[in-house]
């Protein structure tokens, strides 16, 4: 009964490649992020939905693209990986009553 | 630009012994947030703190919340070898974002 739940949870790739990660929550809420932890343990938030609708875009580079096929699921598109991509990538959810966000259990992207 | 500074930004403090790790902001807030961090794993959220004066406990650790001075601060009370772990404010700070502090890194020395 995970609440938020992120594939896959390790991924180690060659710089240039494509590659995704899935993220869902079954809490019933309705805006989910997607944040980034670099090897400083430094975390930033890069997107935010509401409802499927993009409501924070952060200045990312447009190989990144999030993609909400219903207000459960966010996941995360990276194309042309780069070696700076290599952090780990939390997902989360907000409930909007208590005003707290819940992250997933990340994914540790290594870009080789 | 909007800072987020936790100090101090690593701590190693003996069982027993009481601490105090402190969250300034440089921007207006009225809420303030407090998540745990242990090494490899995910945040788990601790405390909210929804407006000014706002203090709140949960076992060894407390929060509380200061908007005019633009502090938060989390205190540990009697530290045990379980609290160790990396702890981060965060607030939303006028916008539907969180930003988050630089983290403090707490190591609790038997």
């Known amino acids: 009964d995970t609440a938020v739940s992120q594939t896959p949870k390790y991924l180690v790739t060659q710089m240039g490649n494509d590659k995704s990660i899935k993220c869902e929550q079954n809490?019933?809420?309705?805006?989910m992020y997607w944040y980034k932890q670099d090897s400083k343990k430094f975390l930033k938030i890069m997107f935010s939905?509401?409802?499927?609708?993009?409501?924070i875009n952060e200045t990312v580079p447009n190989r990144f693209s999030p993609k909400s096929p219903d207000k459960a699921h966010l996941n995360l598109h990276i194309n042309s990986l780069e070696l700076g991509d290599s952090a780990v990538y939390f997902c989360a959810s907000r409930d909007r009553g208590t005003d707290t966000q819940y992250f997933g259990p990340g994914t540790r992207l290594t870009v080789l | 630009e909007l800072k987020v500074e936790q100090n101090p930004l690593f701590l190693s403090m003996q069982e027993g012994k009481n601490y105090t790790i402190y969250c300034n902001y440089s921007t207006t807030s009225d809420r303030l947030y407090w998540y745990r961090q242990d090494p490899g794993k995910s945040l788990e959220s601790l405390f909210v703190l929804l407006s000014n004066g706002a203090v709140k406990q949960e076992g060894r650790l407390m929060a509380s919340l200061d908007t005019k001075a633009r502090l938060s601060t989390l205190h540990i009370t009697a530290a045990v070898h379980d609290l160790s772990a990396t702890y981060f404010c965060a607030g939303p700070f006028g916008n539907e974002k969180l930003t988050f502090g630089t983290g403090t890194r707490l190591t609790i020395i038997p």
């Open positions: 809490l019933g809420h309705d805006t």
């Open positions: 939905y509401n409802n499927k609708e993009l409501i």
